[in-house]
């Protein structure tokens, strides 16, 4: 069984960055596509970014583009997403989830696995 932490959360300013991890255990990341979600109080959850098995392919949000940016280290076996010029609407729970698949989605159905969540608050 795969297990999902994510790390990194905290209050930040905004136009500040910040980094979050997601680490995997249990099973190597090298055999799912890895993706970003984050809710918000009293809103969905909506896609933010995702990569595929390989590095490859990447797909972000429209929101996020050019702001954030999601890679992996097999060798540590996390997943990363990279914000930078954070704003208030920024603010959020982030949860990393991982696909059985070659390719992400920006779709949550399409994941197997999830972690629990890191939270995010931007400060204007």
């Known amino acids: 069984q795969l297990q999902l932490d994510e790390s990194g959360g905290g209050l930040v300013q905004a136009g500040d960055s910040l980094r979050l991890s997601c680490k995997g255990s249990?099973?190597?990341?090298?055999?799912?596509?890895m993706g970003w979600f984050r809710q918000a109080p009293g809103k969905e959850r909506e896609f933010v970014a995702a990569i595929s098995r390989s590095q490859g392919r990447t797909i972000y949000a429209d929101s996020v583009k050019d702001r954030f940016t999601i890679s992996r280290n097999f060798a540590e076996n996390t997943a990363s997403l990279q914000g930078s010029n954070l704003k208030a609407e920024d603010t959020a729970v982030y949860y990393c989830?991982?696909?059985?698949?070659?390719?992400?989605?920006?779709?949550?159905?399409?994941?197997?696995?999830w972690g629990q969540g890191t939270q995010v608050t931007v400060s204007s």
């Open positions: 249990g099973r190597t990341l090298r055999s799912y596509a």
């Open positions: 989830a991982a696909r059985s698949s070659l390719f992400g989605s920006s779709r949550s159905s399409d994941y197997d696995y």
